[in-house]
């Protein structure tokens, strides 16, 4: 390699030292130190909030954001109907569709013109993906406790699938409970019509 290359190749590290140390982040271009009065947080205003009609009766939970490849909120995925999630449907509703307010002090959510004939005819939101198992979430509880050091994989695994246990076990007594009283209901129903297919006896 000749002197004048070597030359040029040191004269293009000299240049793009200083261009390289701009774009490199600083705790000041990645960080955030607070909120200001402008900004919410998702949690507070919308995740979880109940939504409610006109008439200030809940009609649902905010469950997720529905965002566009540009990080942009688009909508929300409410959960409506069932009970504690069981035969719950879910829709999904536009941002600009929902009303952000405040009642007795705490924030206030609701969605306008809405009624029960409207959410029973609406079409359930479709996901892109499948919705995570029990499993999958214990999974990648377990590498994220592990990523951040405080145990190791195997104990952060074996943390996470005890913090899914119960609402496993309590989803799975539930649906043997139910399960449990249609076949009871359903016995009732067969010795019913056995009985009533049963001739009369004779006099």
Do not use: C, W
């Amino acid at each position: 390699m000749n002197k004048s290359l070597i030359a040029l190749m040191a004269l293009g590290t000299v240049i793009a030292a200083p261009a390289l140390a701009q774009k490199l982040p600083t705790a000041a271009t990645i960080f955030i130190q607070a909120q200001n009065e402008a900004e919410y947080l998702a949690k507070d205003l919308i995740l979880t909030a109940k939504v409610h009609n006109d008439e200030g009766k809940i009609i649902g939970d905010i469950e997720d954001l529905v965002l566009t490849d540009d990080n942009r909120v688009e909508g929300v995925v409410m959960g409506t109907g069932g009970f504690l999630g069981v035969a719950e449907k879910k829709v999904g509703v536009k941002l600009s569709a929902l009303k952000f307010g405040e009642k007795d002090g705490k924030p206030y959510v609701s969605l306008p013109g809405v009624t029960k004939e409207m959410l029973n005819a609406v079409e359930p939101f479709k996901r892109a993906k499948p919705a995570k198992t029990l499993l999958e979430r214990a999974m990648e509880k377990a590498q994220e406790l592990s990523d951040k050091g405080s145990v190791t994989a195997k104990d952060a695994y074996e943390k996470a699938k005890e913090q899914a246990g119960p609402a496993y076990e309590k989803a799975k007594e539930a649906a043997k409970q139910t399960y449990d009283q249609a076949k009871d209901a359903m016995k009732d129903a067969v010795d019913k019509a056995k009985d009533a297919a049963a001739p009369a006896p004779k006099q």
